[in-house]
């Protein structure tokens, strides 16, 4: 774009001017202007796009001149409406793409008085909220008008508002004044001679960084101690459990009428085995499909077989040339193939050996874990051991507190009882007023639900009325024919003028023209295709007789293989031999280790059943006790109150069991 803008907005408003939608469209009395005046390319298409603008959305930008000319009608001129339709335009719709610079120069080359006054109309953030939206919602949707034409001015306000600022401080006379660059004096270099320059010297040697320690994967990956803590409160918790069922399993078995564990079990094998007779929904495997066991061909297309063509054509030419080589007196290199397959064979045998030795020591790295393991069991079950100990007495000391803080807690229910009555009567008198309060809220409620309830049936009626009318209007009915004669050109006066008849009759003839190029180009096609497809048997012949070859030598080299196999060559040694040895001794210290820890599993086990059976008989011999003092206390009470001595022993007796 060029830089006089003052010009650019001229031919807009001048353009505009001399425009009579009667006589010329918008296309061509944009392009008769543009012949006429001497610009640039880019000049040419802003003052064309401007143009067509303004006649698109007259409609649009009438509103805002036309709100304008009532507010300041006296002092403005009519003639100048184009000049304020063409700003109006490009600060609507082309601010986003000329920016802030552009719109600045546009707006000072003209008269400061005027652009203020009209754009300090045309951007109150009021007046477009308010009484324009509105307009434009008349004349446009309402998304199109929030999201085209208010969003992008809205989101340029405030530099705009800058802008305007800047405008009436220049009619206030407010600016300061520029102050002029005193040019600095610039020093000349003395007219001296030269000194040669000096040699470049030798680069120095570009240190080497020692190769930095790798990041220890630790830091990437969670604490150990996070894990050995959940470790222990798993542990913890099974353990716990374990006491639960086993505290569970030792209750008084008096007046037990359910089945034991064994029991239980016993029933669910019954049941799970009479299950898996009655096998209804057994899976059947399908059949292997007959196309699967069949050796069907595979179906090449062309592009792979002149790909294989090309291959085999190219084997070809190389054998041809090894035998010429040998002709010419070339070396053949089977001994060097047996020598390699001599060295290939020793790599395999170390190779082996390395594999034997690594299995050998990770089993003997096995062993060493497993008795590890064992020694660490060993001292887990005694710490254990000696935290059941411990357990004990805490559970001692917690049941002696629990029966303090029963004895509290039944004084405080017996205070607090006491409250409950006195409050009773103070939610009565609140209930009382909260209903109250309630009923005249909800007459009130009535009393507004009706007048808003008549209001809507008024608003309905006008609403029915008025759909009424439009649909009245709507049904006139409206005459729109147009008689077409087919013989009859359009009358333009144009020299290729002619009638529907006549374009059909030359369509039809351009047809036939058509038709016989297209047989000819069919023709050609079909001899292409055929020299094609006998290039592509010629080349399967050659392929298949290439894979016959090459099947046969398969066949030779298979026999050979079974000819030339032998067994493998023994990998030990001495140092196998010794790992050998070593876990030997591992693996039988590690079943004496556990041929130890049955021993000792069943002497507790058997320990165990005796500590049982011993607490069953002390548990029936207390509660044969119980009911021999039950009995007693029976017996006394229908006797006569507890001032006798017996009722004394017995209440004595009683809380010796409780304390127990």
Known sequence: MAENHKQLISCCVEVLDTFNPVLHSVDEHARRFVNTKDLQESDEIFITEVFSGCVRFSNLLDVVLNGFFIRDGKSIVRSEKNLYLVVCYITLFRLDELGMPHLRK??????????????????????????IKDEWNKLYEQTFVQVTLLSPLLRWLPELEEMLQKMSDKIANKLKPKKQKIATTSPKPFNITQPRPRSLPLPEPIPRLHKHKPVPKAIYGAPSEKSIIEKVKEENRRKAEERLMEASRSQFACANPEKSHKTHEKIRNILQHEENKLDFEKHKANPLPQHVKENIPIKLNTAAILREGQLYSKRELEEIKKLELLEAGAKDKSDFLHWQHEMRKNDLEKELAEIERRRIEGKLSHEEAILARQNLIRENREKVSAMKEEAKEIMQQYLEQKLREEKDMRQLVEQTMEGHKNTKEAKKKLRDYKQKLVQEVNEESQELMRVALEEAEAEMRRKVELIQQIRAMEAIPVIRHKFVDFSETAGAGLLSEMSIAELNERLALLSVANQQTEEEKRDEILATKQAKDQKLMDTLQMISKHRNEQSKAATIRLEDRKKTRHIKS?????????LERKLEEKRALRKKEQEQQKIDAKRKEQKAKAFLNNKKGTEDSRWHELERTQEKSTRIATQGPYSSKAANKLFGTKQTVAAT
């Not at 008269?111 to 007046?127: I, P, S, T």
């Not at 023994?570 to 010794?578: F, H, S």
């Open 570 to 578: 023994d990998v030990r040694n001495e140092k196998l031999d010794e």
């Open 106 to 131: 546009f707006v000072y080359s003209q008269d400061v008085n005027k652009m203020y006054r009209f754009l300090n109309f045309f951007l109150d953030e009021k007046n477009l909220r308010t009484w």
